[in-house]
């Protein structure tokens, strides 16, 4: 197994860079603050952008935790990668992340500035302490179960090949707890009033009656009662209304949601 890593400070672009320099490398897989990703896929980890606190975020990036260390371990041992980039701010750090991991010292070090410009530097450098957006290099569906309740948006690449082909990359772009000034939350009221709003997508949907928001670590599961129009399909009815309060509360909060159970309450009867 060859061990690349790629150096550089805190806010330079190193996650965005990330996936261009495995293409050109032939690189099968990244460790990136607590994350074990190949192939696109998150195989293992803790985001350390999930941390509430910076501290928390080195902590999780160096994988002082027994059990994200052996967790991260054992999924590189499972999948056997012929080769892993792994990213740090320095080469004393990423040294350290090998060791705890159990894999060999680099083979070579890599400093994003001979990968970037200074101009791209300073790009990511306001896009991390001026927006408080990090990269994780991974697609969003791979990452999203573990970012409820953060900002998270895809940040596609076109590419234009040589050879004539052309693809896109995705990364993930979070903002995590710790990037904000002062705390982030997101109240029960708020998301009772968006599933009450989202009844005015259905049509057939006359009125919502109640609404119970049970918070899992990883999300929020809606129970809610609605009222349906009489004449109007109940069960399409129901399934509607459960697809506009999950897009409409992800959309509006980043949440995940786990599930949706509606209850049809009452028939609404209205005069001809």
């Known amino acids: 197994m060859k061990i690349y890593g790629l150096i550089g400070k805190s806010g330079t672009g190193k996650s965005f860079q990330a996936i261009s320099l495995c293409e050109s490398r032939g690189i099968e897989s990244i460790i990136d603050d607590g994350l074990f990703i190949k192939g696109g896929t998150v195989l293992a980890g803790i985001s350390a952008k999930r941390q509430s606190t910076t501290v ?6 160096l994988f002082t935790e027994n ?23 320095s080469d004393r750090m990423v040294e350290k992340i090998t060791k705890r991991l159990g894999l060999a010292t680099p083979d070579e070090l890599i ?11 300073k790009l990511a450098n306001y896009r991390r302490n001026e927006l408080g957006q990090h990269i994780i290099p991974a697609p969003t569906l791979e990452v999203k179960r573990g970012f409820s309740g953060y900002f998270l948006h895809p940040l596609k690449v076109f590419k234009d090949m040589r050879e004539g082909r052309a693809h896109t990359t995705e ?8 990037s904000y000034f002062g705390n982030y939350t997101i109240s029960t009221n708020a998301i009772i009033n968006i599933a009450h709003a989202a009844a005015i997508r259905v049509s057939a949907v006359e009125s919502v009656s109640s609404v119970f928001v049970r918070k899992r670590q990883d999300g929020i ?12 399909p109940m069960l399409d009815a129901a399934r509607d209304f459960q ?6 509360i992800e959309e509006m909060t980043a949440m995940n949601v786990l599930g949706t159970d509606v209850e049809i ?3 609404a009867w209205t005069e001809d």
């Open 265 to 267: 309450v009452e028939l």
């Open 67 to 89: 059990e994200h260390r052996d967790a991260v371990a054992g999924a590189i041992r499972e999948s056997s990668p012929d080769s892993i980039l792994v990213l740090g701010t």
């Open 111 to 121: 400093q994003i500035e001979n990968l970037t410009t200074p101009d791209e530097r």
């Open 243 to 248: 697809i506009a309060v999950r897009e409409e």
């Open 56 to 61: 928390g975020a080195i902590k999780t990036a």
């Open 221 to 232: 599961i809606i129970d809610a009662g609605i009222i349906v129009r009489a004449g109007k």
């Open 171 to 178: 990364r993930s772009v979070v903002r995590p707890t710790y």
